[in-house]
């Protein structure tokens, strides 16, 4: 998995690109715990992003709880196997996807 | 032959729809399909399109036609490919139409677990199968999934669950492949390490009872602990009985998340992280209940016959006691002696509690070696109502 970081002020927007499982869940974990000082809007690109497995979940409500004390968080340019995944995990239900 | 089978069931005529229905047995299949209507008395009429593989524009008409004739007519089972030719044509607007379980074969697939509901098979390098033995498992698949979902969006590590699927003639729940060891695996492996592992178990147990759950979500563990009770009304001595009543009753009722069936067996480890499996016994209530059914999974089960750890925990008996007093100090926060023998206690007359009822309801009576241990069940709990005034931890 690739991770690219972008920031514009208190935007940071991560592209996530290959597969978010358990291997590769913790470089994600890194920036959500070292990477969203001063960030009150977080936004995942998920374009490239072909398979996210629990671990990779997790992450995401991890950094959702984060987002939550501190501004918003989005999941964009979802494509339909990985919006499959949140809509039957439930987490369609608490992420605001794109 | 005839295009068309029917069936009735609870009130319901079934038309199951088979192969193609095109523009060359359309009209066959309409002619079929009144002349089963004209017979059926049941309310209610449903077109079953599990064995159908494709439907053309004529076979669409016909459809059309039959739902002027029965209003409330649907379509079920269907595949995705059919569902695909409803939906573009705008029918799944106008009539109610289901799709079907999507169909999986298990052939050549690697068998990597067994348990007493089914077997486990690896579908991919990401999925695995658990298909069941009995044909009507649907119920309890649906309640096992939508138990783990909830955990898992409440932040509890554990599996993906993802579609439920027909394998033959039963039906499989698809989740995702964890590559993962169970701590009974890893203890048994590095016994040196045990006490690490008893850390991260304790660790994850404490996630799990620090969870708060909607009170809708999961079942209350106190109701069903209470159900135990009055089970035994009969069997116990009458003023201990009427003791072991009001202290359950007396455990407040709480929304906090517990497992139920927590073990090492059920808990694995995947690349350092901690993940919680077999989420069907989910409940809510007071972690007592929980500690209940660890001290079993630990101890009382094995009174009479120590070897039995091997088959349920993969662990000797000296391990699993081992693993039982290793955790309350951990989880309670004190090595006070006399504090972990009381959460022993209390943990043991309900866990005792438990057995006995089951092998009451198993006959237990029926032979000599079943009224001792009964008998012994029946001392366990007995003797400990004698100095336990409360079931609060």
Redesign the interface.
Same mark, same amino acid.
């Given at each position: 998995m690739e991770i690219s970081k972008k920031k514009e002020e208190s935007k940071l927007t991560v592209g996530l690109s290959g597969r978010l =499982? @358990?291997?590769t869940a913790?470089q994600l974990e890194a920036v959500i715990q070292n990477d969203l000082d001063g960030v009150t809007e977080l936004v995942f690109d998920l374009k490239d992003l072909v398979?996210v +497995? +629990?671990?990779g979940?997790?992450v995401f409500?991890m950094a959702q709880?984060t987002m939550n004390k501190k501004g918003s968080m989005e999941l964009c340019n979802v494509c339909d196997d990985i919006k499959e995944?949140f809509t #039957? @995990?439930?987490?369609a =239900? #608490?992420f605001t996807i794109k | 032959m005839s295009l068309i089978t029917t069936c009735e069931k609870d009130n319901i005529f079934y038309i199951q729809l088979h192969n193609r229905i095109d523009s060359s047995n359309a009209p066959v299949v309409e002619e079929e399909i009144l002349g089963a209507m004209k017979t059926c008395t049941a309310p209610t009429v449903v077109l079953d399109a599990d064995d159908l593989e494709y439907i053309s524009s004529a076979g669409l008409r016909v459809i059309l036609r039959l739902r002027k004739v029965r209003s409330e007519l649907k379509i079920i089972n269907v595949s995705s490919a059919v569902y695909e030719i409803f939906e573009m044509t705008g029918f799944t607007e106008m009539i109610p139409v289901s799709k079907g379980y999507r169909k999986l074969s298990i052939e050549g697939c690697e068998v990597i677990g067994q348990g007493a509901n089914g077997k486990v098979y690896r579908l991919d390098q990401d999925t695995i199968v658990k298909v069941y033995y009995k044909a009507d498992a649907l119920p309890d698949i649906h309640r096992e999934r939508e138990l783990a979902r909830k955990a898992f969006i409440l932040g509890i590590p554990t599996a993906i669950p993802y579609d439920v699927a027909r394998v033959g003639n039963s039906y499989g729940s698809v989740f995702e492949l964890l590559n993962a060891k169970s701590f009974s695996r890893l203890i048994a492996e590095n016994p040196q390490e045990l006490d690490k592992y008893v850390v991260l178990f304790v660790d994850l147990l404490k996630k799990i009872h620090s969870t708060l759950v909607n009170p809708d979500d999961m079942p209350d563990q106190r109701a069903v602990v209470i159900g135990w009770v009055e089970f035994l009304k009969d069997y116990l001595d009458s003023a201990k009985w009427e003791k072991l009543h009001k202290l359950v009753t007396a455990v407040p009722v709480n929304h906090h998340m517990i497992h139920g069936d927590y073990h090492t067996k059920n808990v694995m480890v995947q690349n350092g992280e901690v993940l919680l499996i077999d989420m069907d016994t989910l409940a809510q209530g007071d972690p007592v209940f929980e500690f209940a059914s660890i001290f079993n999974a630990y101890v009382g089960f094995y009174d009479f016959d120590h070897d039995r750890s091997m088959d349920f925990q993969g662990l000797p008996y000296e391990t699993t006691v081992s693993i039982w007093k290793k955790m309350l100090p951990l989880y309670f926060g004190t090595t006070d002696e006399a504090k972990l023998k009381a959460v022993e206690d209390k943990a043991a007359v309900l866990g005792y509690t438990r057995l006995m009822r089951r092998l009451i309801r198993r006959n237990g009576f029926d032979t000599e070696e079943g009224r001792k241990t009964i008998e012994h069940y029946k001392n366990q709990i007995e003797t400990r109502l004698d100095f336990i005034d409360t079931l609060q931890l």
């Open positions: =499982d @358990t291997l913790p398979y +497995s +629990s671990a979940l997790r409500l709880k995944v #039957i @995990t439930g987490f =239900d #608490i | -």
